[in-house]
């Protein structure tokens, strides 16, 4: 049996990919001062025996881990957060975990957190904490001068993005794993894979009519000059002249032009799409749209997805949707067609199989709280594709 500890261990990723590898493991103890992801983890995982709130009240155990998780909140580095890096307080919760890693000398550590964290101050953020848990080599090149408070540890570091490793979600995350010197510091990070999950597979079949936008919220979303468009056919049935372009788009399938700051104006999305609904007056924004995978999740997870109400979803939910919702038309050609495709939200239970935890596991908490927990947390899979390559 393996022992292991986590910081900001939110709704239990790490546990997930333990479980997922039947890994026999102990938790020698969690942390995380969100009380509503505290809930859901102890709903899934029972209470820890040691499940402190606050890192910096978090007692380091004498006896070494074998493995230590930790994830600093990434809000400091992202866009989200407008990267104020280490101005902002959670930017330098870094040395809390570095500091463990010291006093602790688990035998592996797991760092995660955003792209971002790369670019911070121009490259610099993300060097310092290279030097500082790099004591002896990095990504295979020995130290040859550390600094004095660097970790004996071989790091290796790599952005890692979900859509590559069986989840249709484009989210990039950079991962630092670091070997105790004493321990096998051979390393090499899991290889890419083909995606054959798509978007349509996580959706639910039937979802509550809260979730579907209003015809103001889409009429925000859309291209001033344009909206939702079907190409038409004529009474034969033929279709309408090809243009050069058409050959990206299935005939007679809805496409959405997006409103988006690339140099046409839009982005095009087509059913079974996700389009991020964040800020849907800015000017500035592009990449709203995900062809057949999901945008990264943030706390909000203020995404939607078009969906085809013609497909099998029931008669009842046929029904609601051409009774309640709202229709989507278009006016391409001078003429007005009335789709069979809506726009809705993705519900909480889409947003955590976005991150690959399985339908068993439990949301005890509100909508708004579990959006925000799935956005907090990491991909399941690209943890369990990590944890394989080490030699537990």
Not at 325 to 339: D, M, Q
């Amino acid at each position: 049996m393996i022992k292991v500890g986590s910081d900001f261990s939110g709704v239990g990723a790490f546990d997930q990919a333990l479980r997922r590898l039947e890994i026999d493991y102990k938790t020698v103890f969690a942390c995380d001062m969100d009380l509503y992801a505290r809930e859901t983890y102890m709903a899934n995982y029972g209470e820890p025996k040691y499940y402190p709130f606050d890192v910096y009240d978090r007692k380091i155990p004498k006896e070494s881990l074998d493995i230590y998780m930790t994830s600093p909140p990434c809000q400091a580095f992202s866009l989200a957060g407008n990267r104020k890096g280490e101005d902002d307080k959670r930017g330098v919760l870094f040395y809390n975990s570095h500091e463990f890693i010291v006093k602790n000398k688990p035998r592996y550590f797991i760092f995660e957190n955003v792209k971002g964290l790369k670019s911070d101050a121009k490259g610099r953020t993300f060097q310092i904490w290279l030097d500082m848990l790099g004591g002896k080599s990095v990504n295979g090149n020995p130290v040859i001068f550390p600094r004095e408070d660097a970790t004996p540890y071989h790091i290796y570091h790599q952005v890692l993005n979900a859509k590559h490793y069986g989840v249709p979600q484009n989210r990039e995350r950079v991962f630092i794993i670091g070997i105790r010197d004493d321990a096998d510091n051979t390393f090499n990070f899991p290889k890419p894979f083909h995606l054959v999950k798509r978007l349509k597979d996580v959706l639910e079949k039937e979802v509550d009519q809260k979730f579907y936008l209003s015809e103001n919220a889409i009429e925000r979303l859309c291209n001033n000059d344009s909206g939702f468009h079907s190409t038409p056919k004529d009474d034969e049935d033929i279709a309408s002249t090809i243009c050069a372009s058409d050959y990206k788009i299935a005939r007679g399938m809805n496409i959405l032009k997006v409103k988006s700051a690339t140099k046409k104006g839009y982005e095009i999305a087509t059913e079974n799409d996700s389009i991020n609904l964040s800020q849907p007056n800015s000017e500035t924004r592009r990449g709203r749209v995900g062809k057949e995978v999901a945008q990264t999740l943030d706390t909000a997870c203020n995404q939607a997805v078009i969906i085809d109400s013609t497909n099998d979803f029931g008669e009842d939910n046929k029904r609601i949707y051409t009774e309640t919702s709202p229709t989507l038309r278009s006016s391409r050609f001078g003429l007005e067609t009335i789709t069979n495709s809506k726009i809705r939200r993705l519900t909480p239970r889409e947003c955590f199989r976005l991150m690959d935890f399985p339908d068993t596991f439990k949301m005890p908490c509100s909508n708004t709280q579990m959006y925000k927990q799935a956005g907090n947390s990491i991909v399941v899979n690209v943890l369990a594709e990590i944890l394989k390559k080490l030699i537990l």
